[in-house]
């Protein structure tokens, strides 16, 4: 299946700023991926800013950072590594609109190959992706000085983020028993 999936935020802001943010995406300092509320991005090798080459992972995702400029404009991007069957690319930008605004863009393109990729991308992976994209947006707009209230979840994503929950409690339990043995 085909994929594209768009978002796009306009804030008031100047790209100086949003280079300071972008700039520690993945650290132990992010500035832009909504940590507090979903798994930690995580970059493999020494803190610091993203770089072409490094690998990295975000939640069930796996993937190297292909593109990654913030002079004089900012853009990055990364090619999936996994769930097997996405194969693809995110892209990010911001684009400097004049008049102090700024447009944050996130990129899905992709295909998923085979019906298992498709069912995950449809019903779990695009759901949960959409949800943190919009946080992270929220992110930056906070870390701009705006102040946002926490943006509700659907009732969807908060199923599948109570399964993941189970699973990963249920999965420690079970694995304790057996170091146990």
Do not use: C
Not at 25 to 48: H, I, T
Not at 90 to 109: A, K, N, P, Q, Y
């Amino acid at each position: 299946m085909k994929v594209r999936n768009v978002h796009e935020r306009v804030v008031t802001a100047t790209l100086a700023q949003a280079r300071e943010i972008v700039n520690t995406y993945g650290s132990v300092k992010d500035r832009m991926y909504p940590f507090e509320r979903w798994p930690k991005m995580q970059l493999e090798g020494p803190d610091g800013p993203p770089a072409v080459g490094r690998f990295g992972t975000r939640g069930a995702a796996r993937f190297v950072i292909t593109t990654f400029d913030t002079e004089p404009y900012i853009h990055y991007a990364w090619r999936f590594l996994q769930p097997a069957g996405f194969d693809g690319m995110h892209d990010g930008t911001v684009e400097d609109l004049g008049d102090g605004r700024l447009r944050f863009r996130s990129v899905i393109e992709m295909h998923t190959r085979g019906l298992k990729a498709t069912l995950l991308w449809l019903f779990v992976m695009r759901p949960l992706h959409d949800a943190v994209v919009e946080d992270s947006f929220d992110k930056v707009e906070r870390e701009m000085g705006r102040s946002l209230p926490e943006r509700p979840l659907s009732f969807w994503v908060r199923t599948l983020r109570r399964i993941k929950r189970r699973r990963s409690a249920e999965y420690q339990r079970i694995h304790r028993e057996q170091l146990d043995h």
